[in-house]
């Protein structure tokens, strides 16, 4: 095989100036200096080539005569017409001469001008290539794997960033809203006067009444009777009854006869006898007037034909006086008991709130509730949290913040809310916290270092809320000791509790702990990666942690008699056979597993011959099955105990399935499988198996939880978006919404599998019920001015549970759970459980359909693949144009600069500065002027010349958006002129629409048979059930409306009255009953 032929090499360019018009000559630097032709400062080799006056050089030969080297060609000289003639310098080092180029003729200026440019640029070019080297196609030689791990791979779709801006740029409409200001706790704001002066008018002088001032008069309204009677009717005749008129009928003479049997039996003892009532004389005429005219018979007529007429009327209003009081208000006294209920309310009431100094500037990365003792929260606060945005600052040192700052981790008690009852130490800033489920006295925390800290805490809150009792003697003594030793520092301080053990720093985790979740005690994980049961005698006590490296570590706690690390037994000090009982009284058990503790098992989150890793933010599992029962105990601390039963399981409830979010949006579902053997390394590791992953989220990913009531469904919330997943679908949620802000963070109901609580960036707490509504949340309430950062729930069970969220300003805040989110029913996991199958059997229908629609129609599938590369092709030309665009002016920009560089200023110019500063200097002297008073004085005048360049600057920005404006005028003063460009929508269906039409209309006869005959095949018949609607309403009823004892009590009491009316006959209903033979039976 020939080997291929060398291009040919490009020929040198050499210029070519010996041309008519031409002509050598040879000067002397007294010549040069006169024409102002000198080497080294008005030419040089590199830019030979100047123009030099014509004067200059008719002067050198008319001063130097036939002496001058220019004199042969004077007459050549006075030909030419310019003023300036194009000389040359002639770099010859082989010369001793200085030779030069004088072109006497337009033509062969311009050919030598040409010449010098070409050559010129040439060498600029070759200079440019020979600094900056061109990039050359790479060979390979093998090593191509190596430069791609350091090359930046996309795995995934453009994520999208969302920039918050502290004032918005574009305006954008905002629909108000009522809002309580009572409700809210930033409702009412004091507005203080800031450096204001009030001048106050004292009153000098007091006002009284005088005698003139009219008296008050009360007045009643109409419907107030004044003499009421009884509830039904009033007439005149009852009101003067009193009196004692026998001509005015009714009870009038019963009433009078009880009235004075009652005054004879008063005792005549009495010294004073109230006075009767005087009666109304005018009042009494004018009733005997009209009675006399009301016994007439024109009258009774006129009365009876009046209610004839009037009849229906008179009973509708009868009847409405019977069932309503229009004139009082029931609502009052419907009340038996005034007490405030809140059962029909999905309203959380504020309880407490845990704020400390030393967490200044500090935001809360993890909350959690103690599993076994009321009312305790262990709170970590951190530096950076990932649900908060990050701003462009300076960026702290790591070193001074690992040595000076601080890393606060603390205990609050929800009945002491002003300091906290345990400051937990620890060498680093602390991501994450967890209690043990299991074990009371276990807290585990993940490091920034990616270290794991255990603390002990046996019997360290009995030791600071334990209250010493003395005798009188001993306080007085106690206080007299303290008094004299003041200067004393205490070295003791039983708040404050060191970490009990700290992980290996060569085995643990490279970057910060993000996550960790507990193991059943019923399972165990071999240091081979195996999952076992353990017997029902021994318990294990296995976490899994999670890191930012893209690992999950499997640690167990288990200390046994004998503590084997690295094969080698600990050794036991022989200087100390036994050690006081005194100080074996607050040892840990758990103390030597400092530095000592290593990783049973790792589990990489990547892909075996892949650099790439999963930046592991949370992952969830199967939680625990634990049972926990109360025990009363008298500690005088206001808090309830618990202690936990560990519900036994099967070996087919282990689970290795794990869900995992990453820091970028990706969910993975993994598993892992295990060795059978040892492979020999210090920390067993297995590339976990995954089964799908999905970018469906827009931001981090916040939250990953189990449904602690179907293990199946697991929340995932990250970005605007939360998501419920099930492990019976793969690739793509069960159910997902976006909001339109962000969300930091999510948890379960503990009551009812269908609720969770999601928090947001706008400070405001969702309540989702599936089960109610799925579109929109059931509640949504405002419980911080700023974002919530996380969610946590209390997991005892109260009589009113408690709920907490941390917020932005390092606050943690307790509220109280309202009642109607704490009712349990066990119908709730069934109802839930139908509503997922539902939706998985329409996810999996839709999915079969699809893949079964694009295999017949393979065409549309490769139709939209075109368009989609066309598309993409489109854009990449795009970029390219703007990459180039970009480079061509950055190229430009580069040759400015360097020609401002390469523009040599010569000895005159120079020279000429210097005199004109000299100048400046000595007019400035003789003028006795102080140049700082100059400058001061001139600057209105600079003022006013910025002033002038700035409206200069606007008028031309105006000029160049006249456009712009003149629509934006139009759009304003004549909105139905502009109307919006209707967008054409990309079809991905092929052009031929005709031919596409008739190819549907001829499958249409085809598909209309085949549906008609599987309508008649698979008749729908429809489950229905009278016992299920009725509880399912009940249910319904019960949720919606907690008055109901109110109202039947109401209505028992009207009972009881005598008040409840028949208004209506009874309606007779007809009842109709579904039987098995499909006929239908009316009963009335």
């Known amino acids: 095989m020939t080997s291929p032929q060398p291009q040919p090499r490009r020929k040198r360019f050499i210029p070519k100036y010996e041309v008519e018009g031409v002509y050598k000559v040879v000067l002397e630097e007294e010549t040069q200096i006169q024409i102002e032709m000198v080497i080294g400062t008005h030419i040089n080799a590199q830019y030979p080539w100047n123009l030099v006056s014509k004067a200059k050089i008719i002067e050198s030969i008319d001063v130097g005569g036939e002496l001058s080297e220019l004199f042969p060609i004077k007459e050549q000289i006075e030909a030419y017409t310019d003023e300036f003639i194009l000389m040359g310098y002639i770099a010859d080092e082989s010369n001793d001469v200085d030779e030069f180029y004088v072109c006497c ?88 006067p800031y450096r204001q002066r009030f001048n106050n008018v004292y009153r000098s002088r007091v006002d009284c009444g005088s005698q003139a001032a009219p008296s008050k008069c009360h007045r009643s309204a109409q419907t107030e009777l004044r003499y009421p009677q009884n509830m039904w009717t009033q007439s005149i005749a009852d009101a003067l009854g009193k009196v004692g008129d026998i001509e005015a009928g009714g009870d009038t003479s019963i009433g009078g006869a009880a009235e004075q049997e009652h005054i004879e039996d008063k005792s005549s003892d009495d010294d004073e006898e109230e006075d009767k009532e005087l009666p109304d004389e005018v009042g009494l005429a004018a009733y005997r007037t009209a009675l006399k005219c009301m016994r007439r018979a024109s009258y009774i007529k006129t009365i009876n034909n009046f209610l004839t007429t009037k009849k229906n009327e008179m009973d509708s209003i009868v009847e409405l006086n019977t069932v309503m009081d229009m004139y009082c208000n029931d609502y009052p006294n419907l009340v038996v008991e005034k007490t405030i209920d809140i059962y029909d309310s999905m309203t959380f009431e504020e309880y407490v709130c845990f704020t400390d100094v030393r967490a200044k500037d500090k935001y809360i990365s993890s909350a959690v509730f103690h599993p076994m003792w009321s009312g305790i929260v262990a709170i970590c606060y951190s530096d950076g949290s990932p649900s908060v945005m990050k701003t462009p ?71 600071v809320e334990k209250v010493e009792i003395l005798s009188e003697t001993r306080e007085k003594y106690h206080i007299a000791m ?77 200390v046994e008699n004998v503590v084997l690390f690295d094969g080698k037994k600990v050794k036991k000090s022989k200087r100390v056979l036994k050690r006081p009982s005194g100080l074996l009284v607050d040892v840990s058990p758990y103390k030597v597993l400092d530095r000592n503790l290593q990783p049973t098992y790792k589990i990489i989150l990547g892909i075996a011959g892949q650099p790439q890793i999963l930046s592991l933010q949370t992952f969830a599992m199967n939680a625990p099955l634990i049972k926990y029962i109360y025990i009363p105990r008298n500690t005088g601390s206001g808090r309830k105990y618990f202690n936990c039963e560990i519900v036994s399981q099967s070996e087919d409830e282990i689970s290795t399935i794990l869900y995992c979010g990453s820091q970028h949006g990706e969910l993975r579902r993994i598993t892992w499988e295990g060795h059978e053997f040892n492979t020999g390394e210090v920390v067993n590791s297995e590339y976990c198996e995954i089964k799908f992953r999905c970018c469906i989220h827009d931001g981090i990913i916040s939250c990953t939880q189990r449904n602690p009531f179907i293990n199946h469904l697991t929340l995932t919330v990250g970005g605007k978006i939360f998501a419920i997943w099930s492990d019976k679908l793969l690739d793509r949620p069960l159910i997902w919404k976006k909001r339109p802000y962000r969300l930091t963070d999510g948890a379960w109901s503990l009551y009812k599998p269908s609720l969770l609580f999601v928090a947001t960036s706008e400070g405001d707490l969702e309540t ?116 180039e665009e970009e480079e061509k002016r950055l190229e430009e920009e580069a040759e400015a600069r360097r020609q401002q560089k390469l523009r040599v200023v010569g000895p005159e110019e120079r020279w000429q500065k210097i005199i004109q500063k000299l100048i400046e200097r000595t007019i400035a002297v003789k003028k006795r002027i102080n140049r700082a008073e100059l400058i001061e004085h001139e600057k209105p005048l600079r003022e006013l010349e910025s002033q002038r360049l700035e409206k200069e600057r606007r008028m031309l920005e105006i000029m160049k958006n006249q ?109 109709v009953e579904p039987v098995s033979s499909g006929a239908e039976i009316a009963k009335e």
């Not at 200067?487 to 490279?510: E, P, R």
């Not at 509220?815 to 509503?835: A, T, V």
């Open 105 to 192: 003729t337009t033509e062969a200026r311009d050919h030598c001008k040409q010449q010098s440019d070409r050559f010129i640029k040439r060498q600029e070019k070759k200079l440019e290539k020979a600094v900056q080297k061109k990039p050359r196609p790479w060979k390979s030689l093998g090593s191509e794997v190596e430069i791609l791990e350091l090359l930046p791979v996309n795995t995934r779709p453009l994520m999208e960033m969302e920039i918050k801006a502290k004032f918005p740029k574009d305006y954008q409409p905002v629909s108000f809203k009522i809002r309580d200001s009572d409700g809210a706790r930033d409702g009412y704001i004091e507005l203080t």
């Open 963 to 1071: 456009n712009t404006i003149f629509n934006d005028t139009v759009a304003i003063l004549f909105p139905e002129a502009i109307k919006k460009q209707e967008k054409v929508q990309k079809s991905l269906l092929s052009d031929d629409k005709e031919g596409l039409k008739k190819e549907y209309l001829q499958d249409y006869e085809y598909l209309k048979t085949t549906a008609l005959n599987t309508v008649r095949d698979n008749p729908y018949k429809v489950k229905f059930s009278w016992e299920g609607t009725l509880a399912e309403g009940k249910e319904r009823r019960q949720a919606l409306n907690a008055n109901e004892d109110y109202i039947s009590m109401h209505r028992m009491r009207i009972a009881e009255e005598g008040r409840e009316p028949q208004l209506f006959s009874p309606i007779k209903v007809k009842r």
């Open 393 to 463: 600052s300076t960026r702290p040192d790591p070193i001074q913040r690992a040595v000076y700052g601080l890393n606060p981790v603390m205990i609050w008690s929800h009945i002491d809310s002003l300091i906290p009852k345990l400051y937990l130490e620890s060498p680093r800033e602390v991501k994450v916290l967890s209690f043990c489920p299991f074990d009371e006295n276990i807290l585990i925390g993940g490091c920034i270092n990616g270290q794991i800290v255990i603390w002990d805490l046996t019997n360290k809150l009995e030791n």
């Open 768 to 883: 989702w019920d599936l089960l109610l509504r799925s579109d929109k949340p059931i509640s949504i309430q405002t419980l911080s001015g700023t974002m919530l950062t996380g969610v946590s729930l209390h997991t005892l069970p109260l009589v009113k549970n408690i709920i907490g969220v941390s917020d932005i300003n390092g606050s943690f805040r307790m509220f109280l759970d309202p009642p109607i989110f704490m009712i349990e029913n066990s119908l709730y996991i069934g109802r839930m459980d139908g509503m997922i199958l539902r939706e998985l059997k329409v996810m999996q229908s839709f999915i079969s359909w699809q893949e079964e629609w694009m295999k017949n129609n393979p065409h549309i599938l490769l139709e939209i693949k075109r368009k989609e590369g066309a598309l993409l092709a489109e854009k990449e030309e795009q970029r390219r144009k703007q990459r």
């Open 482 to 558: 303290n008094a004299h030793m003041g200067w004393m520092k205490s070295v003791q301080d039983n708040a404050v509790v060191q970490a009990t053990a700290l992980s290996n720093l060569m085995t643990s985790h490279y970057g910060p702990v993000t996550a960790i979740n507990w193991l059943s005690p019923n399972f165990m994980i071999t240091p081979t990666g195996k999952a076992n049961i353990m017997n029902d005698q021994k318990k294990s006590m296995m976490f899994l942690t999670g890191s930012e490296d893209g690992n999950i570590l499997i640690w167990n706690l288990s």
